[in-house]
């Protein structure tokens, strides 16, 4: 089992950035797949959800409005589209399938 997230980076406030997670090795389009991130000093947090299907999705209520999740299923892939980021969306952002885990990407909002 695989997951490995792309796409973060260093970025201006109010700049955009895609992440990507490319999942191998399950049965992907099964599993609810969900978004966390992880800042210095704070405990991991639960960013954004989307179900199996794609139908459904859930954010937390400080990136709703800012941030989309997606996924394709054809291509095994979960999406976060994160626009108007701030500094403290800071972190280094994980995907997560079932009870796996990528190895994350960092984030950092900085001028």
């Known amino acids: 089992v695989q997951l490995v997230e792309s796409g973060g980076g260093l970025v201006q406030p109010g700049g955009s950035l895609r992440l990507s997670c490319a999942a191998s090795?399950?049965?992907?389009?099964?599993?609810?797949m969900r978004w966390y991130r992880q800042a210095p000093g704070k405990e991991r947090e639960l960013v954004a959800f989307?179900?199996?299907?794609?139908?459904?999705?859930k954010y937390a209520d400080s990136v709703t409005g800012r941030f989309t999740i997606s996924r394709d299923n054809d291509k095994n892939r979960v999406y976060l589209q994160m626009n108007s980021l701030k500094p403290e969306d800071t972190a280094v952002y994980y995907c997560?399938?079932?009870?796996?885990w990528g190895q994350g990407t960092q984030v950092t909002v900085s001028s």
């Open positions: 090795g399950f049965a992907f389009s099964s599993y609810a």
């Open positions: 989307i179900s199996s299907a794609g139908g459904s999705t």
């Open positions: 997560k399938g079932g009870v796996y």
